[in-house]
């Protein structure tokens, strides 16, 4: 009987895990080069009940990962110039105080001394390492498409698009950023394709996580009607059984 | 339950963005007003497996890791500096800057503020003042018995005068540029500031590699797209409406939980 809350209970937590997961997933449906995330869920074979006339062996749910869906968000004109997407795979790097970083949010602007910077005013890198500056006097900035910042004929910089071999070593720490470990397999992509005057938006699919919101809330009512259904069950039996004669 | 303070923030983000896209229709005809967009980043994320931890004592390595995220911040709210069509008025006091540029306004405090619009007029006094009657900078005095004023593409400001047969030079307008537009401050009443964001004030004159020029008897309109908006509108309340669908579900979730016993 208590196998069966047990149960219950793993399940329930997965499903809750699982609701967290889409309602970030839907908060964050404007927010540009997001990428939708979903909870990978197994059954957990080690783990027996500790009821001795029990049976040998249990099934208990357990989460087993996350998975990012990395696909292409659609790209929306902004009419900035200084507003770049990637298409196709890679990330923008960013040099934060705490290290370099990566991202698909191409918000890019000028800080006061022509520093090319992410939304948050970090250094946007060039692909020799180094922040990419403009003059900030001399006319308009022209992205091409392999990342060359042309002014008045002049190349300014290349922005580095930096591929990894696995993208699930990416976590991500907020503001549009990802961090990966330091021995992630990295290069730079060689002939990336960016897009001046564009930004990636999310790639949440909204009826999609709507869907699997209603199966989420849909199977925690049914685990915690079984979850009514053992107590009751129990209730009974001891009723029935603890009646004298 | 996270899922409920998640889709909380959700919602507050859209309430955001649809008071921006409130203010841009509103200003949809406010002289040279630049549209505005709100912009979001994810918040924090919550580590509940690190990515590349042990999995076994074999060596394996968890492949992805479990983080929970907990919603979205509004990051910025940004300022489209593209140029507003130019529409024509044929007075000869409305000059409108086509390209980069703003024009320098004294304010009454001594400061100096920034304005593209330049619907400009005449005081008491004769000088060129905003519809404020705050003075452009460098002041230029207009004569009473001036019969036209012209101001030419590159700023120059000359006048006919009653009984001369050749016109004669008042001055010369400058412009202003900045390294960072967008990160001016708006002051409202189609002024802006400079700020630590911006850099420092570039003065310059119209027509100079890296301004724009003049154009007398136009003035720029308002860069908003209704139809941009109006669309930007219809995703944002939908993304609201999702995200209270996520406080009810999450709510029903946990009355499930609450009405066990």
Known sequence: MDNMMMIGLSQQQVLRRAMDITANNIANVSTAGFKAEQLLVEAEPYTRARAEDGPARLNYVAEWGMGRDFSQGTLEQTGRPLDVAITGEGFFTIDTPQGERFTRDGRFSMDAAGTLTSANGAPVLGEDGAPITIDPDAGPVTILANGEVNQNGLVAGRIAVTRFENQGVLSKIGDNLYTAPDDAERELALEPVIRQGFVESSNVRPIMEITSMMEVSRAYSSVTRMLQQADELSRKAIERLGRPG | ?261
């Open chain 2, 1 to 261: 339950m996270r899922a409920l303070s998640t889709a909380a923030t959700g919602m507050e983000a859209q309430q955001l963005n649809v008071e921006v896209i409130a203010h841009n229709l509103a200003n949809m005809n406010t002289t040279a007003f630049k549209r505005q967009r709100a912009e979001f980043q994810d918040l924090l994320y919550q580590n509940l497996g690190q990515v590349g931890a042990a999995s076994s004592d074999a060596g394996t390595i968890v492949p992805t890791g479990l983080q929970i995220g907990l919603g979205v911040q509004a990051g910025s709210v940004y300022r489209i500096t593209e140029q507003g069509s130019l529409s024509q008025t044929n007075n000869e006091l409305d000059l409108a800057i086509s390209g980069r540029g703003y024009f320098r306004i004294e304010l009454p405090n001594g400061g100096e503020a920034y304005t593209r619009a330049g619907s400009f007029s005449r005081s008491p006094e004769g000088q060129l003042v905003t519809s404020d009657g705050y003075l452009v900078m460098p002041g230029i005095a207009i004569p009473e018995e001036a019969r036209r004023v012209e101001v030419n593409q590159q700023g120059q400001v000359q006048v006919q005068l009653d009984g001369d047969a050749e016109a004669q030079i008042l001055g010369q307008l400058e412009l202003i540029t900045f390294a960072n537009e967008a990160g001016l401050e708006a002051a409202g009443d189609n002024l802006y500031l400079e700020t630590a964001a911006s850099g420092a004030a570039n003065v310059g004159v119209p027509g100079q590699p890296g301004f724009g020029i003049i154009r007398q008897g136009f003035v720029e309109t308002s860069n908003v797209d209704a139809v941009t908006e109006i669309t930007a509108l219809i995703r944002a309340q939908r993304a609201y409406e999702m995200n209270a669908r996520v406080i009810s579900a999450a709510d029903e979730m946990l009355a499930a939980s609450a009405n066990l016993r």
